[in-house]
């Protein structure tokens, strides 16, 4: 017996074995769906109990969402490692006792996954500001296992999900045939939707099972050995009605979320500088987020930015990493000496010809009142706004748009990033289908709203777990224009 399905604790029959049991457990796991969202709306009520103050429809959603993802995780693990016993069982020689292989197994899942996450309780992602080779590779290899086998186990669920799905339309295409033909009919039809599937039925089954679940990791390798760096010069037009004729054509090249650490290493860094300063920008601009999680990594940071080209200079705001880092002085002050300015509630005026464009950039608002700070902030926004021309808002996290917007400010473009993309996304499938969206609508790309613009960098860095996919990091170029 299988003692490590969570779902079907009966499924591991020895006769079917391997992919015969493996397609018996996602079926349990499709048909138990009513029990696996009793357990998610028990743990969210325990957790709403315990956490009264997270009780508002966005927290609710947010956290309906991670203990959906826990939930789904851990039953990903044990169907994984039962299928990796399974073929140890198998090509291991001298048959090995699954007990045995299962407490090695479990030895080596927990030395890894401990190992990839040490500071349990910080209250964000899985941090990692260790350079060591060895601790690289295992936290990569756990990257590449987590996002692997979740993806994987969801396909395997839709395509269980799917093929129930064909059984029932025979089914209901044999009821059909009863009310045409009469009974007798009818029952040969329901005999054919339910009864087990043939052996080449079976067998084709199971290797698309197989096929299907080998591409959940082949994508999670994909995107840890190349999609992570795999960086797209996306260049857009910025029509502005109010721009000054002297800026027409102006370029403006945008980075974001940098990220420095092991993943997002100073030499990648440089190669991206490389390739903006290759560009050929007017003006540089920084939207935020510099460091992954070690506050010392800030003067590397600035080192390799410090590389940046532009006749109109470099400008910057931060982001929620230099908040929770507590560098904001330290870094601003540090990309002064190199000549960046960090714009902290304050306006930089970029002249051309005598004319000018308003550039004002902001910090990101503080956690603990949230909204309130929005509001703060925007509202030394306002007085930053110079009437008559075009005036550029940089900040980090881009649903604040929504309060330039209410509030009218008169912010004709506002640059963004802190989404990433989200990292894993569908979005060829459906604009916005990606982890991006739990943390606002606003996660790549152009949007406008009440004559506002707003633009959406996906980052060049990572954070939480070291793999893109779907969401290439970006490096954008603008081109001003008042024309339509
Ligand atoms: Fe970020």
């Given at each position: ?19 015969g ?37 966005i ?28 073929l ?36 964000h ?161 920084l ?8 506050p010392q ?42 000549d ?16 000018t ?6 910090d990101?608002?503080?956690?603990e ?67 991006g ?12 709203k ?7 960098n ?27």
């Amino acid at each position: 017996m299988n003692k490590w399905c969570l779902m079907a604790p009966s499924l591991g029959n020895s006769k079917i074995g391997g992919t015969g049991s493996f397609l018996l457990v996602y079926r349990r796991v499709v048909v138990h769906w009513r029990a696996i969202i009793l357990l998610l709306i028990l743990a969210l009520a325990t957790f709403l109990i315990a956490y009264p103050d997270r009780g508002s429809p966005i927290f609710l959603v947010f956290d309906l969402f991670v203990i959906a993802l826990l939930l789904i995780f851990i039953a990903s693990q044990f169907f994984w490692i039962g299928r990796i016993l399974d073929l140890a069982e198998r090509f291991i020689p001298g048959k090995p006792r699954r007990a045995w292989l299962a407490i090695i197994a479990g030895l080596v899942y927990s030395f890894v996954f401990l190992y990839s996450y040490p500071e349990w309780g910080l209250g964000h992602i899985i941090r990692a500001a260790d350079y060591r080779p060895q601790s690289m590779l295992i936290y990569a290899a756990f990257w590449w296992w987590f996002v692997g086998s979740l993806l994987a186990f969801l396909q395997v669920i839709a395509f269980g999900a799917a093929d129930r799905a064909a059984r029932a339309t025979a089914w209901v295409y044999g009821k059909a045939r009863e009310a045409k033909h009469g009974h007798g009919a009818a029952l040969r039809q329901g005999a054919i939707a339910f009864d087990p599937p043939s052996p080449a039925r079976r067998r084709f089954l199971e290797q698309t099972a197989v096929l299907v679940s080998a591409t959940g990791f082949a994508a999670a390798g994909y995107g840890l050995l190349y999609g992570r760096q795999n960086v797209e010069v996306v260049r857009q037009r910025i029509r502005l009605a109010r721009l000054p004729k002297a800026f027409e054509g102006f370029r403006i090249a945008q980075l974001s979320d940098v990220h420095i650490g092991p993943f997002s290493t100073a030499d990648y860094i440089r190669h991206c500088v490389t390739i903006t300063n290759g560009l050929k920008p007017d003006l540089v601009v920084l939207t935020g987020d510099y460091i992954c999680w070690d506050p010392q990594a800030e003067g590397e940071a600035v080192r390799v930015l410090a590389g940046l080209r532009a006749p109109h200079g470099v400008f910057g705001c931060l982001g929620n990493h230099e908040q929770e880092g507590e560098i904001e002085e330290s870094i601003t002050r540090l990309f002064a000496a190199q000549d960046i300015r960090i714009l902290r509630q304050e306006r930089a005026a970029i002249r051309l010809s005598g004319e000018t464009l308003n550039l004002i950039g902001i910090d990101e608002p503080r956690g603990e009142e949230w909204e309130h700070d929005v509001y703060r902030r925007l509202q030394e926004v306002k007085g930053l706004v110079m009437p008559g021309t075009v005036n550029i808002l940089l900040l980090h996290y881009p649903a604040v748009f929504d309060y330039v917007v209410e509030l009218g400010i008169a912010i004709d473009l506002t640059l963004a990033g802190h989404t990433h993309g989200g990292q894993l996304s569908l979005d060829f499938v459906h604009r916005g289908l990606n982890l991006g969206r739990l943390v606002t609508h606003y996660v790549s790309g152009w949007y406008e709203k009440g004559g506002r613009q707003l633009y959406v960098n996906r980052g060049i860095g990572t954070t939480g777990f070291p793999i893109r996919l779907g969401a290439r990091p970006e490096i954008s170029v603008f081109e001003l224009t008042r024309e339509a």
